[in-house]
């Protein structure tokens, strides 16, 4: 009902609205791209307060004619370029597989990363092997930047004998120990106080190793993101906190996390925390970004926000369909173009890289995901059946099982025996 003051404004509900529906043409000429290279590079020992600049901009390296400019420009070797590359293509290589895999009813579900596999593997880099990863379910660039067998990866996507996490984890949740990759939950931003929980550890215990963790944009509207970011800056946890801003979150954009009203790397200005906004597509950048925020990191100076601006090239997953509320237009319309090919383009810039040697690559690449999928596949895929014994259902939590889980664990194996039915094993 509305009030009777009628000589009173009438008040008005903001809903955003997303710039692009489907069957809209697309025209990204109102996103603001600052020039590679422009973005000063304060030194690692500046105060935060120094650089809030940072976060309305855009850390870019590699320029539109795949040069390399500016004080951000890590200066790595070719080799190690090549090896970058390399990463992002399996990673590529990978989605497609496993996304087809989903789609032949191998599995239940998969997530691809494409046109985000700078933001993993630019950080896998930049970070020491036993930092400790807190991520996301769009990282898998992490896991085989830092050299995880394809196979274990695929097992624990079919649930199979070989799932090391026995079928607990829905497909793509990994949980790798070995590779300081930290279990995925399906219940956004709970990694981040994890993150910050296990860097204030690793600080207090007077250790080295430092925290990094990735949400998406959307997942930035939590509470759990806003205290992650309280507890780092009170007590300069040693962390570097992702923000994968890929611009869609399921069907939402990004205007219902806060998009339209400022960056995502603003947040950090509000906690009194470095924070830095960087093309997400520019692996160079990202990889700089973040060797920048892990000196800070080690040096006492505390936690990090790095915002990585990027697009969600597919839909979100398997489940999903984006051809419903975005339109099809934006992904090839995007302004920051693959990082993929801007990092092949650079090589080939350099005299380091060409057509042939890309494209034999790739045969190789897909040659390598097949036979993991071959060897995967003969350990078992969803569905067919049970892959793990039943009474593995009650391991894992407890380490030692209390008495009324054993007693439901007997009562479910009694069941099982009397049912003349017992389950179908593969
Ligand atoms: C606490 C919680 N709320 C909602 C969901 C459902 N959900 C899963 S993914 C997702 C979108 C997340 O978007 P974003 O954070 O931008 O990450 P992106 O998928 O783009 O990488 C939502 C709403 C969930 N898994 N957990
Ligand atoms: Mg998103």
Request: hydrophobic share 40%.
């Amino acid at each position: 009902m509305p009030g009777d003051r009628t000589n009173l404004p009438r008040l008005a509900l903001h809903v955003p609205e997303p710039q692009f529906r489907p069957g809209d043409a697309v025209d990204f000429a109102g996103v603001e791209i600052p020039a590679a290279g422009a973005a000063r590079r304060p030194d690692t020992a500046e105060a935060a307060g120094e650089f809030r600049d940072l976060a309305y901009t855009l850390v870019r390296v590699l320029d539109e004619n795949g040069r390399a400019t500016g004080p951000w420009d890590p200066k790595l070797s070719p080799e190690t370029l090549r090896r970058m590359l390399r990463s992002m293509a399996l990673t590529r290589a990978f989605d497609e597989r496993m996304f087809r895999a989903q789609r032949q009813g191998k599995t239940s579900f998969y997530m691809k990363c494409t046109g985000e596999e700078a933001v993993a593997i630019g950080a896998a880099f930049a970070l020491d092997r036993d930092d400790m990863c807190f991520p996301s379910y769009r990282q898998q660039g992490l896991l085989i930047a830092r050299d995880c067998p394809l196979v274990d990866m695929m097992n624990q996507i079919y649930s199979n004998t070989g799932d090391k996490l026995q079928g607990k984890q829905l497909p793509i949740m990994y949980s790798e120990k070995r590779f300081g990759f930290f279990s995925i939950s399906g219940n956004l931003t709970t990694q981040y106080p994890q993150a910050v929980g296990w860097a204030m550890a690793s600080a207090a215990q007077a250790d080295t190793r430092i925290a990094a963790t990735w949400c998406g944009e959307g997942s930035t509207a939590e509470g759990d993101f806003h205290s992650a970011l309280t507890f780092a800056t009170v007590y300069r946890a040693p962390v570097i906190f992702n923000v994968v801003n890929n611009q869609w979150a399921i069907s939402s954009f990004s205007g219902f996390a806060g998009a339209e009203a400022t960056t995502f790397a603003a947040r950090a200005v509000g906690y009194g925390m470095a924070g830095l906004r960087v093309d997400g597509n520019d692996i160079l950048a990202v990889y700089a970004a973040t060797a920048w925020a892990a000196e800070r990191a080690r040096t006492n100076q505390g936690p990090t926000l790095i915002e990585h601006f990027t697009y969600r090239v597919e839909g979100h997953s398997t489940s999903d369909d984006p051809s419903q509320y975005r339109s099809a237009g934006e992904p090839t319309a995007w302004p920051l173009g693959d990082p993929i090919q801007r990092l092949k383009d650079h090589l080939i810039g350099m005299g380091e890289w060409d057509e042939e040697r890309h494209a034999a690559m790739d045969r190789e690449l897909a040659e390598q995901v097949r036979a993991a999928q071959k060897a995967a596949e003969g350990n078992g895929i969803l569905g067919h059946g049970l892959h793990q014994p039943l009474d593995t259902l009650f391991d894992g939590v407890f380490e030692e099982m209390p008495w009324h889980l054993r007693e439901q664990r007997q009562m479910m194996l009694d069941e099982e025996t009397a049912s003349g039915r017992p389950w179908d094993r593969k």
